[in-house]
């Protein structure tokens, strides 16, 4: 631990040691606790320390009751988890052990906790090793290129990794499940070493990781730092310079700065939903300086455009196949209700997934209604889109804020509108279109493209909407994701004004 966090990391660590005796610790305390345990030595120390004054004040409080009378009742300190659950079976046993003499009975209290931290040590350490079996595979790729050490197999869907393998990306993307369960989704120009069946080791580039239960306590290592999933969504990137970053997007990690000969004493923190650390590295590999910061999903990859199989890419008039272009939705203010497909929804809920092989005939076009697509122009089959709410037509103030997929530096956005627009009132229809865009483009930017699509809204028929478009690019200089935000039109008042958004990876030729 860093010196200067003294007060408050060991403050933190008794107070749940503590709740852990009284049984009042969370699930999320203990887990937090037996990681602190077995990452640190100091931790392990006063662990110890306190089970033995726990046992300590129950052997005194023994020998101060009167003569035969039975012993105050004393909770057990026993976790549900395997290492908390030994030590504090140990603790429960020794308090409860049957006094042939005092000497012996107060050499088992205090002894005991100790014993188990010996012994928990011993158990760490003679682990046997994993065997060379796969222990995770690629279950998505993106346009990607790479290799993995020590095969000559390519990066591919069904690519099996044994321990001690390292994927090297360089371009694109690739989504690997270990086998507890955790997914990892690698960005291109990235080095992720395949540690074990819960572990993995992150040279450098850039990763998002989703846990499941079953995987708790996955462990990404990086050149400065080592983060422990505690039940979260959190993302690690490692620079050319090796420094490190961790992001929590939900629940919370536990960071650890390596050791060395200048710091021996690690720094240790907890980070939770929307904080995040940076750890920067000398030279010498030596921790150089800790920055809390914001965490920042916008600089993750989070959710994975899936990359279909080339025989089943849907392909648009060009020829050139069609893969998702929409990286992230993020819907904002506008109307909550309860309808199917989606169900329950508030003023920020965002949409449900698009087709994977974009627009075409008979895929669901809203999140909150049954409807589909009826007919595409030949020119539009297979556009990413969004599934936007309908309902949102009844908010003057929503916006829809859209990440676009950088494997390519520019794709052709679009903004579809509902075509009674223009038969109620011609040349509106532009009005509308350059309203929505009016945060990032100019009047006229968007161009009607000539094409629409027709939507099958069940009772109330068919509807047509026509495909305004223009080519943007999808990240910054320092290559960045850009972010498109759309908002309501305001007009006309009512029902017909509701727009749809979709990407194509090139302007749609006549």
């Known amino acids: 631990m860093n010196r200067s966090c003294l007060p408050e990391e060991y403050g933190e660590l008794r107070r749940l040691i503590h709740a852990l005796h009284e049984k009042t610790i969370t699930s999320t305390e203990r887990d937090q606790l037996e990681v602190w345990i077995c990452r640190d030595k100091e931790a392990r120390k006063i662990y110890a320390e306190y089970m033995n004054l726990y046992a300590a004040l129950r052997w005194r409080i023994r020998q101060e009751s009167e003569p035969g009378a039975a012993p105050p009742e004393q909770d057990s300190p026993a976790s549900r988890t395997p290492i908390l659950g030994f030590l504090g079976e140990c603790f429960q046993r020794g308090t409860s052990f049957l006094p042939g003499s005092t000497a012996w009975l107060l050499v088992a209290l205090i002894g005991l906790p100790a014993l188990a931290l010996a012994l928990l040590a011993f158990r760490q350490s003679g682990q046997a090793p994993a065997n060379n079996g796969p222990v995770a595979t690629i279950v998505h790729a993106y346009d990607c290129t790479g290799t993995v050490s020590d095969s000559n197999h390519p990066l591919s869907v069904g690519t099996r990794l044994a321990a001690g393998q390292t994927v090297t990306l360089e371009r694109g993307l690739v989504e690997i499940q270990f086998a507890q369960g955790a997914r990892v989704i690698l960005e291109e120009r990235a080095s992720l070493e395949v540690r074990g069946v819960n572990a993995s080791r992150l040279t450098v580039g850039r990763l998002a990781a989703t846990v499941p239960e079953s995987a708790h306590g996955f462990t990404v290592e990086t050149p400065a730092a080592t983060v422990v999933d505690l039940g979260t969504d959190f993302g690690v990137s490692v620079d050319g310079d090796k420094t490190a970053e961790a992001h ?60 279909l199989p080339a025989e089943n890419n849907v392909e648009s008039k060009s020829g050139s196949p069609t893969h998702q272009m929409i990286a992230s939705v993020d819907r904002r203010w506008a109307v909550s209700g309860n309808r199917t497909p989606i169900g329950p929804f508030d003023r920020h809920t965002d949409p449900l997934p698009s087709d994977t092989r974009g627009l075409r005939s008979g895929v669901p076009f809203y999140s909150d209604r049954v409807y589909t697509v009826g007919t595409v122009n030949k020119a539009l089959i297979g556009a990413d889109y969004v599934r936007t709410f309908n309902s949102d037509k009844f908010s003057s103030r929503h916006w829809y804020h859209i990440k676009l997929a950088t494997y390519r530096d520019e794709v052709f956005l679009m903004v579809l509108v509902d075509d009674r627009i223009e038969k109620r009132k011609p040349g509106k229809q532009q009005w509308v279109v350059d309203q929505i865009v009016s945060r990032f483009a100019r009047p006229g930017d968007f161009v009607d493209t000539g094409y629409e699509i027709i939507l099958e809204e069940g009772p109330d028929g068919l509807r047509s909407m026509s495909a305004f478009g223009k080519m943007v690019p999808t990240k910054d200089a320092s290559g960045k994701p850009i972010k498109y935000s759309f908002c309501a039109s305001g007009w006309p008042p009512g029902r017909i004004t509701y727009p749809m958004f979709a990407v194509l990876p090139e302007a749609p030729q006549p």
């Open 248 to 307: 929590v997007f939900g629940g919370q990690i536990e960071v650890t700065t390596k050791a060395t000969p200048e710091c021996p004493a690690p720094w240790i923190s907890c980070l939770r939903e929307g904080q995040a650390a940076r750890i920067r590295l000398t030279e010498k590999n030596e921790v150089a300086g800790i920055e809390t910061i914001t965490a920042s999903s916008d600089d993750f990859v989070r959710q994975f455009p899936v990359g």
